[in-house]
Structures are given as structure tokens and as C-alpha cells.
């Protein structure tokens, strides 16, 4: 049985050492969430740059990529740029909930990760917001354009053996 968390669990944590400890936790993927992906991170840095510098000051900013993206969209974007055959698999919660479990997570992880599911069930990471164009004055980059251009990252973390057990 594999199981998946979140990466935003992990907030700023570097990727190595946040697929560490959810390797301890009984995790045997990391979940790239939609909206965090969706937004590739030099998009937020820009925004940031313009708020720092005065647009937008005092104001609370929603970021978010320029298309909205199912947990479908982004495994098959990913595996196909990176070769890899992936498959997005969407669990009833006490299914999720037993399977979790059984593979030794932390009772609190497996709650927090259902309270996650179901967020993104209820469509939280569903819309698309227009902030990014205002600040930064275009959309942003698209997801497929990220996986594309970091797929050579994934590569070398399998052939490192870094990401052995994560990929199948």
C-alpha cells in the first residue's frame, strides 16, 4: 500500500528533507498540491518584489496559477514530461482513512491529510484569480511549462536514488 501527503505539510521545508520525514512519517509519496504547483514559485517572487516595492501594500494578495488544475490534470502532466507512467487515485475518506493507518501514519497526519482531501473535494484550490496579471502584468507560467522545464529534476532524483519507492 503507498500513500501520499501533501507538500504543503511541509511549508518551506527543502524537498529532500521534507521527503525525509515523510518517509519516518510512513508516507511513501509526496502530493505536489494543485494551487502550489499551479503557481510556479518565481511567479511568487515577482508579485512579491512588486508588493515589497509599494503595488498593492496593505492589501492581502490570493495567487494562484493561470488555470485551475484537478490532482488528474497534474499527475498526467507530470509523468508525461518527466516519462513516467502516473495515475491520480481519488479515495472516499474511510478508505483513505484505513489504508492510511494500516501503513503505520500518525493518527493526527492521517485526520489533517482528510481534512485536506476534503477541502480540495469542496473545490478550495478550484479558482483562478487575477491578482498575478495586475501585479506582475502577465499570468504567470503555466504548470505544463514547470513540469517541462523541471522534469530533468525528477530524472536525476530517481537515477540518484533518491526518489526510490516514490515513482511506482
Known sequence: MKFAICNETFQDMPFEQAFDLAREYGYTGIEMAPFT?????RDISAAIARVVVGAGTG????????????????????????GYRLRFEDLEPEVARKR???????????????VMFEAFRAGVAAGVSPT??????????RFNQFAYEYAWAFRKGEAEGQLSGWLN
Do not use: F, Y
Request: hydrophobic residues 50%; proline residues 4%.
Open 37 to 41: 504547483m499551479a503557481l510556479d514559485a
Open 59 to 82: 492589501q492581502t494578495h490570493v495567487l494562484t496559477g493561470p488555470e485551475a488544475l484537478s490532482g488528474v490534470d497534474i499527475v498526467e502532466m507530470l509523468g508525461r514530461t518527466a
Open 100 to 114: 492510511m493507518l494500516a501503513a503505520k501514519m500518525q493518527p493526527w497526519l492521517v485526520e489533517d491529510s482528510l
Open 132 to 141: 498575478l496579471r495586475q501585479l506582475i502584468g502577465n499570468e504567470g507560467r
